[in-house]
């Protein structure tokens, strides 16, 4: 990745991060400017496979994430903000991106559950969900209350996953 990409990325990457922890919102006027400036970087680097590169990474990211999103397990600014990630780093990375942003959220999923003293509880229902998947299994998982429910700022988790391989991958 070029260092102009890079340091885009960074910028949209921290005021969303920011956001995301102060405000609880990803902003629009961040993530659309990145989808289209990522596309806009890449085709003028890399001409024709620079813009196949951020269409792919903005497709794959979309996909996945807006599954996710209608299964109730994102909001809609971590799925924009994926896909301007997508966008901007492109097909090549963004399979790494979003595996270093689970860990990222899986730890911060385990922080916040250890605070609140549900982990033992929480865990048992990600089993039952698990073993829910299986044919011929009778046990159901237990309903989600959304007044028990822990949000969790996962652009956060988004933007570190993301600098953290950025870092580490330089």
């Known amino acids: 990745m070029n260092e102009y990409k ?26 659309f400017p990145g989808i289209v400036m990522g596309i806009a970087i890449n085709w003028y680097y890399n001409s024709y496979s620079g813009l196949i590169l951020s269409l792919s990474g903005l497709l794959i990211s979309s996909v996945i994430f807006i599954i996710l999103f209608m299964w109730g397990g994102f909001g809609a600014g971590d799925v924009k903000l994926m896909m301007a990630v997508g966008a901007i780093a ?3 990375i963004i399979f790494d991106l979003i595996l270093y942003s689970a860990v990222a959220g899986g730890i911060m999923a385990n922080v916040v ?13 990600v089993l039952r969900f698990f073993l829910f998947l299986i044919p011929g299994y009778k046990l159901k998982p237990e309903p989600l209350k959304k007044k028990n429910s822990i949000v969790l700022p996962y652009g956060y988790a988004i933007s570190i996953g993301s600098l953290v391989y950025l870092y580490f991958n330089k």
């Open 6 to 31: 890079i340091l885009f990325l960074i910028i949209v990457l921290v005021i969303s991060g920011i956001t995301d922890i102060l405000k609880g919102k990803i902003y629009n006027f961040v993530t």
């Open 90 to 92: 492109g097909y090549k």
């Open 113 to 125: 559950i250890i605070k609140n003293r549900c982990f033992l509880r929480t865990w048992t229902n």
